[in-house]
């Protein structure tokens, strides 16, 4: 199978609303909002073209992930941290289990470590993101600003030390609606 990653492109746009609709529509943790979320977040400041990545099978779209711009503050030190949060990644279900996924996670640290961003946070399957290399957020004292089960708030290192002395809680932008 002859998967190509690529930057997605702004025609991609309704292929891909309607991609992450469907791939979602089975999932038990889903408000079923990710596909406006992915509308609202390719507008946003926190927008990095390089980081919105569509897999194509035979021209065909079967995958997207996006990383975009989050912090991690500090309310003690006042200190706040430039960090990636991957949300969502998607694979059309009739394609799924077929390591599209892995290759655009992948290809997304690829670009995010070229883009010299240090670390990638994400709140998702307990048992999927640890094949990556995410591990528990909690591990370096940093939180989501909600409550989750620590299992999925995860992070990932692209370097080695990047999060050294970082600690505090991430902050998502307004488009995430979660303030
Ligand atoms: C999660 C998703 C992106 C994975 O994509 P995929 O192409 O099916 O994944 P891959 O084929 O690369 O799977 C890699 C590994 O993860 C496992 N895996 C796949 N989906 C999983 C899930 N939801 N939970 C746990 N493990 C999962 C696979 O079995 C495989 O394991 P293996 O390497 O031991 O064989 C895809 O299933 C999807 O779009 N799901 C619906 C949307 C969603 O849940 N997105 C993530 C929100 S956190």
Redesign the pocket.
């Known amino acids: 199978m002859n998967i190509h990653i690529r930057q997605a492109r702004p025609d991609d746009a309704p292929t891909v609303f309607a991609l992450v609709q469907k791939?979602?529509e089975q999932?038990e943790h889903s408000d079923h909002q990710e596909q406006f979320l992915v509308e609202k977040l390719c507008l946003s400041t926190g927008f990095i073209p390089e980081l919105s990545l569509v897999a194509e099978l035979d021209h065909k779209l079967v995958?997207y992930i996006l990383l975009t711009k989050i912090k991690i503050v500090n309310e003690n030190s006042k200190t706040s941290y430039t960090s990636l949060a991957l949300a969502?990644?998607?694979?059309s279900p009739e394609f799924?289990?077929?390591?599209?996924?892995?290759k655009l996670i992948a290809e997304a640290h690829r670009i995010a470590e070229q883009l010299q961003f240090g670390s990638i946070i994400v709140l998702?399957?307990a048992?999927?993101y640890p094949?990556f290399g995410y591990k528990k957020m909690i591990e370096y004292g940093i939180k989501m600003p909600f409550d989750a089960p620590n299992e999925n708030c995860m992070l990932i290192e692209l370097r080695q030390g990047a999060l050294a002395g970082v600690s505090g809680t991430v902050s998502y932008p307004k488009e995430f609606g979660i303030q």
């Open positions: 791939a979602f999932e995958g969502p990644i998607a694979v799924q289990g077929k390591a599209i996924g892995s998702g399957h048992d999927y094949k």
